[in-house]
């Protein structure tokens, strides 16, 4: 076994997982300050009267956004299952969501 085999899939691994955590990092702040303004928005609304918010009905889709966000992790997980280029991948990811 020559060990030289696996080194364009540590480095493209790497790579790859750098870009990713950099990109998912800057996906997040987005999503975040999104979601944070409607949901001020929302409030705004409510406390001047022109709505009305299901307290219920907003609590259980928050819930099963949970749940959705626990299936695509365990998704991911089985997606990164090969040493050298998932081990790579990790720690350019982990850089990456670092950097971003």
Same mark, same amino acid.
């Given at each position: 076994?020559?060990? !030289?085999?696996?080194?364009?899939?540590?480095?493209?691994?790497?790579?790859? =997982?750098?870009?990713? =955590?950099? &990109?998912?990092?800057?996906?997040i702040?987005?999503? &975040?300050?999104?979601? %944070?303004?409607?949901?001020?928005?929302? #409030?705004? #609304?409510?406390?001047?009267?022109?709505?009305?918010?299901?307290?219920?009905? $907003? /609590?259980? /889709?928050?819930g099963? $956004?949970? +749940?959705?966000?626990?299936? $695509?992790g365990?998704?991911?997980? %089985?997606?990164?299952?090969? #040493? +050298? $280029?998932? !081990?790579?991948? #990790?720690?350019g990811? =982990? /850089?990456?969501? *670092? *950097? =971003?």
């Amino acid at each position: 076994m020559d060990i !030289t085999q696996f080194i364009p899939d540590i480095g493209g691994g790497f790579i790859i =997982g750098f870009v990713v =955590g950099w &990109a998912a990092k800057k996906a997040i702040k987005i999503v &975040a300050f999104l979601i %944070g303004i409607y949901i001020l928005s929302l #409030l705004y #609304l409510a406390k001047i009267g022109v709505i009305s918010i299901n307290k219920d009905a $907003f /609590l259980a /889709l928050i819930g099963n $956004f949970e +749940s959705s966000l626990i299936v $695509f992790g365990n998704k991911l997980v %089985g997606l990164i299952h090969s #040493l +050298s $280029f998932g !081990t790579s991948f #990790l720690i350019g990811f =982990g /850089l990456g969501f *670092k *950097k =971003g």
